[in-house]
């Protein structure tokens, strides 16, 4: 089984030091960065993401305080099995999926306000 991961290079001609361009050379590559960002664990995800929610949830009533880490735990859950068998394909290239999805989740349950969500149980 073999694993997918997805990259983007940046890349330029590298001039020699006898050719006309070399004096260029250094004002081109003084226009582009190299910028490495690894995804998050699950642990760092957990943090940040528990975290907003924990915050949001200091208004609610007592029996809802304790869901933050919950809920952000089953939203990676849930994200990590997205990402896992909805694999993009030539069909459905659009199968591409990343932490902002995981955070509009959030972002949705965000919005919920203490007068509509009182309890644990749903009506």
Do not use: W
Not at 5 to 19: I, N
Not at 115 to 123: A, C, E, I, K, R
């Amino acid at each position: 089984m073999s694993k997918c991961v997805q990259r983007s290079h940046l890349t330029k001609p590298a001039f020699s030091g006898h050719c006309k361009h070399a004096q260029q050379d250094t004002y081109v590559q003084a226009c582009f960065s190299l910028i490495n960002v690894t995804s998050p664990n699950d642990a760092q995800l957990k943090r940040i993401f528990g975290s907003l929610l924990n915050l949001k949830l200091v208004d609610f009533d007592d029996v809802m305080k304790p869901l933050g880490d919950q809920i952000s735990q089953g939203s990676i859950e849930v994200y990590r099995a997205v990402v896992k068998e909805l694999l993009p394909t030539p069909a459905k290239s659009h199968y591409l999926f990343n932490t902002r999805d995981l955070a509009k989740i959030i972002q949705g349950v965000m919005q919920a306000t203490k007068t509509f969500y009182d309890n644990q149980v749903s009506d």
